[in-house]
């Protein structure tokens, strides 16, 4: 079993939709949750930031975690097609004296017009 | 804020030659550089860990003698491939983490094909 698991889609939804992705993990000592875009041979964007349980809002973008559940949820709200792109859960944790992060395997969305 | 540039965008080379990357964080000090591969349609994987002044600490199953890493200053890290082989084309990025922060900051990766 994966560290982190992330439905790696492909997703697609047309344009205006709310879309929702999903990571879910395993490990506990994992304290930071972060959400990154990524576009087709570029390097990751970092999207939202959180550490704690509940909601965080930005703009379109409401990040979400549960720790309870071990699940952490993006959604996109008004869905545009420049959100088109692939979606990386990230989770950061101190592994042998190093924060670090790992990685779900990314969800591949297309927003159609 | 929070910008991270990567050098050269893109580079072929002969096997056998060696390949130098550099990753700088443009806006912000860095005490800490990670590199990553990634290969098509896959996550990114962890290669190594660099710390400002002290030697990398590589993940297991990387060659430290193949990817060498020099984190010389707050705000520049290098990957070398040395003696690149075909099977070390991938992309390659670099993330930075400002001081004090648990996030990282990407740079937008270079392209690396090996002939």
């Known amino acids: 079993q994966k560290e982190v698991e992330q439905d790696p889609g492909p997703l697609s939804v047309p344009e205006g939709a709310i879309v929702s992705l999903n990571c879910t993990y395993s490990?506990?000592?994992?304290?930071?949750f972060m959400w990154y875009r990524q576009y087709s041979r570029k390097g990751p964007e970092l999207l939202m930031y959180?550490?704690?349980?509940g909601n965080k809002e930005d703009g379109r973008f409401t990040a979400q975690v549960d720790k309870s559940s071990k699940y952490i949820s993006l959604f996109i709200r008004d869905s545009q097609p420049s959100d088109s792109a692939t979606y990386l859960c990230?989770?950061?944790?101190?592994?042998?004296?190093?924060?670090?992060?790992?990685f779900g395997q990314g969800t591949r969305l297309t927003i159609n017009p | 804020g929070a910008v991270v540039s990567q050098h050269p965008s893109r580079v072929i080379c002969k096997s056998g030659t060696s390949v130098k990357i550099e990753c700088r964080s443009l806006d912000f000090q860095a005490t800490t550089m990670f590199w990553y591969r990634q290969f098509p349609k896959q996550s990114l994987m962890l290669m190594a860990t660099?710390?400002?002044?002290?030697?990398?600490?590589?993940e297991q199953g990387v060659e430290k003698d193949k990817f060498l890493i020099n984190h010389a200053s707050l705000t520049l890290s290098t990957l070398t491939v040395t003696s690149a082989h075909p099977e070390d084309s991938s992309f390659y990025i670099c993330s930075a983490s400002p001081a004090g922060q648990e996030t990282q900051y990407f740079g937008p990766g270079t392209r690396l094909l090996v002939l």
């Open positions: 490990n506990s000592a994992f304290q930071y």
């Open positions: 959180t550490y704690s349980s």
């Open positions: 660099s710390n400002e002044g002290s030697k990398a600490t590589y």
């Open positions: 990230a989770m950061s944790a101190n592994f042998g004296g190093a924060q670090k992060l790992v």
